[in-house]
Every structure is written in C-alpha cells, then in structure tokens.
C-alpha cells in the first residue's frame, strides 16, 4: 500500500491563498470544489470521480529558481529523479513511498537487499512464544543468541548460543556456551566454554567446562566434569565428575562417573568403566567390561573385551587381548593376539595370532604372525618373526628371532635363535644360541650350544656345549660336545668328536672323532682326523701326531716375542734328579751347519693323503713368492738326526730332540734344550780358567798399589795450591735442585770478591750452547733456567771466571 501527501499539499497551499483573500470563503470557513457542502472541520475539500488535483510541474533547474520558497512548498519534478519533492526551509527533499509491513500469509515482490525482518537501530532482535522469551538476537558485545521456547532466560554473560527448546535454560554466568537440541544444557548455570548438540545433551551440566555432546543425552548426568568430549546417543551419559574423557559411539563410555582422561571410540568401547583412567578404547566393544582398569589401550573391534581391573595394558587389532580380565601391562598388536590371556602380564604381541593361546604367561614378547601362538603359561620369551616359537607352551627364556625360528619348541627354555629356521626342530633342548640361517636347524634336545653363522651346527641332534661361529662351521656334528668352532667351515666335518677348539678360516676342517685339539688359523689342520690333544696354530699350520703343538706353516721365517719362552720348571714336581749332563763332550760332538728348507717337500708331507679344494689350491698361488723366498733363506742350526747320533756316541740322553711318532713323522729339536749342556760346558771351562784366577789376582794388586800412588800426589799438589793465594779458589759451582728437572731449576753458586768477569754457560750432551749467564756481583747467588721446552737428556753447566773454567756439572731433565 502507497500512501502520498498531495491532499496534505493542497491544503496548505490553500491555506496560504485564504490569507490574502478572506473574502472568498463562506462565512463557515470552508469552501467546497464539487461540492455545495464541504466538510466543516475542512477549510477545502474537493469531491469528483472524474478529475484529480495537479501540482505544478517543472524541471529541476525550474524548481530551484522559485524566488524565497517557503517551508512546505511542494512540486512535481520532471527529470533527474521525477517525483514530488517539498521545501524543508533548507533544501528540497523527494517523497519516497513506505514499504508495506510483513504480511502473515506470506509476501511477494521482496528483495533482498533491502527487505528484512529486524532492526534498524542499536537492538536486539526478541521472539516470543505464549509471550515468553523464544529467541534473541543480541547485537552488542554480549554476543548471545537463542532460538527455541525458554532458551538463554536467565542468562546474564556473553557469548553464548541456545537452539532448541529450553536449552540452557537455567544459564546465569555460564559463557561461550553453545546448545543445540532441547534441553541441552538445560541446567546450566555456571559452566563455560562447553558444547552440547541434540536432544538432552549435557543436560545435567551445571559448572562443568569445556565439555563438548553431540548425541542424543550425550553427557547426559555430567554436572561438574570438564574438558569431556561425547559423540553419540547417550556416550558417557553417567558421568557426573570425570574430566578429560572423550566418547565417540553409541553408549561410548556410558557408566562412568568420575573417572578422568579416558578415550572410547566405538559403539560400546568402555561401556562398564566407572573409575577407571586414562583407557583408550577405538573399535566397537573395545574394553566394554572395563570398570576401574587405568591406563590401558584398546584399538580393534573387541580389543579387550572382557578387561575388567587390568592396568596399562595396549591391543590393537580385532580381538587382541579379548579375555584379559586382571592382566597388566600387555601389549598386543594384530588380529587375536593375546585372545586368550587373562591374567598373564608384561607380554609384548605383534602379529596375527601372536601369542594367541596365552593364559597366565607372563613377560613374553611375541613379533610376527603365529609367534608364540600356543604359549600358555611359558614366562619371559622373545619371539620374532612368524611362526617363531610358534608351538611353544610352557617353555621360558627363550628367545626367537625370523622365520621358523624355535617353531616346534615346547618346553625347552633360555634358548636363543636368530635367523630364518635356526633352531626350528627343537623341542625340549635348552639353553642353546643359535644365530643365522639354518643354524642348529635339527637340533631337538642338545643343550647349552651356541651357533652363530649361516648352516652351523646344522646337523646336531643332541650334542651339547658346542659353540660355532661362522658359515658351515660345526656343520656335520652330530653328537660332538663341547667344541668351539670360529670361523667359515671350522671343524666343518667334525662328527662325534669333543673338545675341539678350532678359530679361523676352514680351521680343523679334517677332523671328524679327535678330541681335545686345537686349530688358531686360516687353514690350521690336523693330517689326521682322529688325533688327540694336537695343536696347530698359524695359517696353514699343520698337526700331524697327537699330544704335538705345531705354530706357523713352511713359509714362516721367524717366531718370537718381545720376552722368552717360560718352560714349566718348579723343583717340588721334579723327581729323580741327577747332575749327569754332559758338557763339553756332547757340545764338541755337536755339528753346526747351515741349511736352507725343501718348501715343496713339506708341502707335499703335510698335504699326503688330504683332499684338497678349490681355495686351498688358489692360496697356494697366492702363497707361491712367499713361499720361493722360504726356501732362499738361510738358517744357522744342527740336524736332528746328527744331535740324536751325537748324544748316543756319549751315552747322554738328551731332550732335545723331538722324535717322530712314527717313520713317516717329521724330526724336530728343541732348541731351548741346548741351555743345559752349553751351561755345563761353561761350567767346565770356569773350572779350567779357575787356576789362572790367582795370577790375575797378583797382577791386580800391584795395579791398586800404583793407583794408590797416583792418589797421593794428587793430595800433595792439592796442599801446594792452597798454601799459594788464587782468587779461583774461592769460586763455587753447585748441583742444580731439583736434579732431574721436569719444568724449571735453579743453579747455586759462590764468586771471590775480586774478579774481572764470570759466566755460567749450559750446553746440551753435544756440546751446543743451550743458555748463558752473566754474573756481575761477588759472594754466593743463583740463577733459575726454565727446562719444560728441552728434551729429556743430559746437559752440562760450566762456571768461567776471569776466561777459565773453574767447574763444571750434569743436569737431567726428564719428563
């Protein structure tokens, strides 16, 4: 509807013409156009169906050319903006139309720019239903805005937003609150900075903060708790104090009360938790009988299902640690691990299956799918790898890592197994190591074995105490004991033999039954593979008797150390003593030679009967120029069959000759042995030196008394001297202190009271100057010298007074 105001502008129009012309209007005031009767209270009314009232009209540059317009003069204007415009006393001003109210049966024509429902000035927008407060949109700093019937009534603070019917109702101080869904936050007082979306939502709340629900009575009976985030139809719709706690699902965490910092994501994760803390729970049913168990982690649908008082304990996967009622501190990952254990605790699962089966065990961990599957109440196992210890029940201490290893132990324990099938088929050995692919794979009751290296100790059933280190080494043993096997293919070949230590490349490859020997060596071998307590140490070094020890191969040219070689020599294990060596006979008889070594000749010996590979013949090339300078070198010695010969012409029975064992056996001596006799020899040759003795002894006697002589003039020159005056006499030169010096010394000395010049000049053992002194006053003195930059060593300091030398002493300096 458009209302104008052309009848308000005629009348004061006319209003004006009635001043100057009040003779026109009838006695009663009003006058009448088209009409006989004009309205009284009127002073001119107009009547006609036909014809209207027509302001002037005139253009814009007309209009403000009217001379002294008066207030209310009122034109059409027909160009820049046409319409009708009045004369305020200051400018002209347009009549614009008023826009029609909001209709209740709806409104067309609209526009959005400039049609709306509100306020135009400094207000807030109120709603009312059954005239109570049902909305408010506040413009000011309060920031608060409601839509619902009784929503925000009582606030009082700022920021806060209500949507839904009597949500946060009973609000007073409470701020930063939003509310959607009746009766969220329907009692609401004091609490801030919390969230509640849908039907009943946070509905308890009074002073509880932070708190976020979104779900139908999410947080329902939470009156002071904080910090709370509830997604789902009634998630931790009992709590009443607990803070920190974050439910996601259907009844997520739906019975607790007070209990803080727990997480639950899920359709009933944490369902039955009342005081438990800080569980996390991610997957439907996760940790749904828990009641007062803390600190445990659940991720998997059913992940500790039945943990009721457990602590601290971590599933991740469908079904992991389903059963575990009291057991703490687990950890499983994958699918069923752990299903089974109630009470066990400390076990680490990582695997399909791993350690599914487990009840009461304690302490395990179990990596790899099928891991420890089957153990029930072994304790303190390491599994890694899948199938590792995979059939183990009640086996303890074991530790399994890769593929296979351990699969069918039972119940052996403290065994170790690292590598693809190392130890697969033990059951009942214990205390073995096995590190390396297929390393004591058979083995099924040996105890106490450690392997080390790809196929070692492959074939050992029982054996026990046997240590191997390096590829094949130990390979073929069967029921050897206590051998110690370092090195690729070491004692590769031993079967039943015991007490073996072989260290180094194919070291003791040749023995099969011996025992008690040992090989340190590339290559240290034995000629024969049953011998007894031989000892071959060095590269190729080689062993051909029992009770023999053999060091270095044919190419080496020295042996030694920096001290002797001790030989067992204590008086009160020595029995039939005899003083019968001989002396210079058996030396005289002895033949000193040179001689150089048959190299190939010895190789051939030592190689007599071995079947030799590939790598012994390639060293063999390798060796060839070490092995042509062997035999180039020159050697001061004897021949043992000669030394042999010598000491039975005399009837001596001499030790140091080694015989062989056998005729095929190599000669050797000792040549420490040749002490004894050379002493004895000696011994001999003092006794013929003994008569010659007492003419040496004459002949010093008369040399003592030539000395003596000499002594005496020297005491009588000394008396000359001083009974004639010299002013040298008087000069001092001391030993410097500290002597040996390390960092500084000082130099004490004493001059007459006359003198031309003195000097104390330091020279190194050489003689090279090293520091000079010039001393200028007379009586005693000293002088310091800084040592710490010389060498350790031997200098001299010299006194010269007057240009001669009147001392002269040694100094040491050390570090």
């Known amino acids: 509807m458009k209302t104008t105001y052309f009848i308000a502008a005629s009348t004061t129009m006319l209003m004006a013409l009635s001043a100057h012309a009040q003779n026109i209007f009838p006695a009663t005031g009003s006058a009448g156009i088209g009409t006989t009767s004009p309205n009284a209270s009127a002073m001119l009314e107009m009547v006609s169906t036909t014809k209207g009232l027509l302001i002037p009209r005139m253009t814009a540059t007309q209009r403000n050319a009217i001379v002294a317009p008066s207030i209310g003069l009122m034109i059409y204007q027909t160009n ?197 803390t800080s569980n996390t729970a991610t997957g439907h049913y996760s940790l749904q009988a828990n009641t007062t168990g803390s600190n445990n982690t659940a991720n998997g649908n059913s992940a500790l299902f039945a943990n009721t008082t457990g602590i601290n304990n971590s599933a991740f996967g469908v079904g992991a640690l389903s059963a575990n009622t009291t057991g703490f501190s687990n950890t499983a990952i994958g699918k069923s691990t752990l299903q089974a254990n109630t009470s066990g605790y400390a076990n680490l699962a990582a695997g399909i299956f791993a350690l599914q089966n487990n009840t009461t065990g304690y302490e395990n961990t179990s990596i790899g799918s099928y891991s420890l599957q089957n153990n029930t109440t072994g304790n303190a196992s390491t599994a890694i790898g899948a199938y590792s210890l995979q059939s183990n029940t009640t086996g303890y201490g074991n530790t399994a890592t890769g593929y296979n290893t351990l699969q069918f132990n039972t119940t052996g324990y403290n065994n170790t197994a690292v590598g693809s099938n190392a130890l697969p088929l033990n059951s009942y050995g214990t205390e073995n190591t096995a590190i390396g692919t297929d390393a004591l794979k058979n083995n099924t009751s040996g105890f106490e074995n450690t392997s080390i290296g790809s196929q070692t100790l492959i074939t050992n059933f029982n054996g026990e105490g046997n240590t191997a280190i390096g590829y094949w080494a130990l390979r073929y043993s069967l029921n050897g004991s206590l051998n110690t096997a370092i090195g690729k293919w070491a004692l590769s070949q031993n079967s039943s033999g015991d007490f073996n230590t072989a260290v180094g490349f194919h070291a003791g490859t040749y023995n099969t039954t011996g025992w008690k020997n040992t090989f340190i060596g590339n290559d240290a071998e034995c000629l024969n593979n049953n011998l007894i307590n031989a000892t071959s140490i060095g590269s190729d070094a080689l062993v051909d008797a029992s009770n023999k020890v053999r060091i270095g191969n044919t190419t080496v040219s020295s042996i030694g150390g920096q001290v002797g070689w001790t030989t067992f020599s204590d008086g009160r294990y020595k029995k039939n003593i005899k003083q019968d060596v001989q002396g210079l006979a058996f030396v005289n008889s002895l033949q000193p030679i040179t001689y150089t070594v048959d190299i190939n000749g010895l190789d051939a010996y030592y190689t007599k009967g071995r079947k030799l590979d590939s790598v012994y013949e390639k060293m063999k090339v390798n060796m060839k120029e070490s092995s042509d300078k062997a035999a180039k070198i020159v050697y001061n010695g004897f021949i043992a069959q000669d030394v042999e010969k010598a000491a039975e012409k005399i009837n001596y029975n001499f030790s140091g000759v080694d015989k062989p064992q056998n005729k095929d056996g190599l000669y050797g001596l000792r040549y420490a042995e040749f002490v004894v006799p050379l002493t004895k020899a000696v011994q001999e040759l003092s006794k013929m030196n003994d008569a010659k003795d007492v003419q040496i002894i004459e002949q010093n006697k008369k040399i003592d008394n030539l000395q003596n002589q000499i002594d005496e003039l020297k005491l009588l020159m000394q008396s000359v001297n001083r009974q004639s005056p010299n002013t040298q006499t008087n000069a001092q030169l001391d030993q410097n202190i500290p002597n040996p010096s390390r960092q500084s010394t000082t130099i004490n000395f004493s001059l007459p009271a006359k003198f031309s010049s003195a000097t104390i000049i330091v020279t190194d053992n050489n003689g090279k100057n090293i520091k000079q002194f010039i001393l200028n006053a007379a009586g005693k003195g000293s002088v310091s010298m800084a040592t710490g930059s010389l060498a350790n060593g031997l200098y001299h300091y010299t006194l010269y007074m007057d240009g001669k030398m009147v001392d002269s002493k040694k100094m040491e300096i050390i570090r």
Do not use: C, M
């Open 80 to 276: 820049s903006t046409p319409g009708f415009y009045y004369y305020t006393g200051a400018t002209w001003t347009a009549i614009t139309p008023k826009s029609k109210g909001w209709l209740l049966t709806g409104n067309a024509g609209t526009s959005p720019a400039a049609n709306f429902i509100g306020t135009t000035d400094a207000q807030p927008l109120l709603f009312r239903v059954n005239n109570q407060v049902s909305g408010s949109l506040d413009f000011s700093s309060a920031a608060n805005t409601s839509f619902g019937y009784k929503s925000l009534v009582s606030n009082t603070n700022f920021n806060n937003s209500a949507f839904g019917y009597q949500s946060l109702f009973s609000n007073t101080s409470g701020g930063y609150n939003t509310a959607v869904g009746t009766y969220s936050l329907l009692n609401n007082t004091l609490g801030y900075q919390n969230t509640a979306i849908g039907s009943n939502s946070l509905q308890s709340n009074q002073s509880g903060n932070y708190n976020a629900a979104l779900g139908y009575g999410a947080l329902l009976n939470n009156t002071t708790g904080s910090s709370n985030v509830a997604i789902g139809n009634t998630a931790l719709l009992q709590n009443i104090s607990g803070s920190g706690n974050i439910a996601i699902g259907d009844v997520a965490l739906y019975n607790n009360t007070t209990s803080n910092e727990n997480i639950a994501i899920g359709n009933y994760s944490l369902y039955a938790n009342t005081t438990g």
